[in-house]
């Protein structure tokens, strides 16, 4: 079994900056990807952005240039700092592990961004 945990949410400013971590223990391959991913109410969940084993990185244009994904300290620590908030980045924030073992994903963090 592989655990996600997400952790660093919150309420910011328009403009504001959060970090959002996630932490993959448990069963895994020793090779997996993270994404980031997000979803709002009455929307379908929308891709952020991917940290590959290899360590590239992919964003959707909607953060491109805003969040960085990045590797910790080991590597079952992955980052999603967020700059420049908008509030239209209001949504629950999700990680996801994905490898040979199967995708899992993390319950979600609440990102409010007030207007």
């Known amino acids: 079994q592989v655990q996600v945990v997400e952790s660093g949410g919150g309420l910011v400013q328009s403009g504001g900056s959060l970090k959002l971590s996630c932490e993959v223990s448990?069963?895994?391959?020793?090779?997996?990807?993270i994404g980031w991913y997000r979803q709002a109410p009455g929307k379908e969940r929308e891709y952020l952005a991917r940290?590959?084993?290899?360590?590239?990185?992919q964003y959707e244009d909607a953060v491109k240039g805003r969040f960085t994904i990045f590797r910790g300290n080991t590597k079952n620590e992955v980052y999603l700092q967020m700059n420049n908030l908008k509030h239209e980045d209001t949504a629950v924030y999700y990680c996801?592990?994905?490898?040979?073992?199967?995708?899992?994903w993390g319950r979600g963090h609440q990102v409010t961004v007030s207007s």
């Open positions: 996801k592990c994905i490898s040979g073992h199967g995708d899992s």
């Open positions: 448990g069963r895994t391959l020793s090779a997996y990807d």
């Open positions: 940290l590959c084993d290899n360590g590239l990185t």
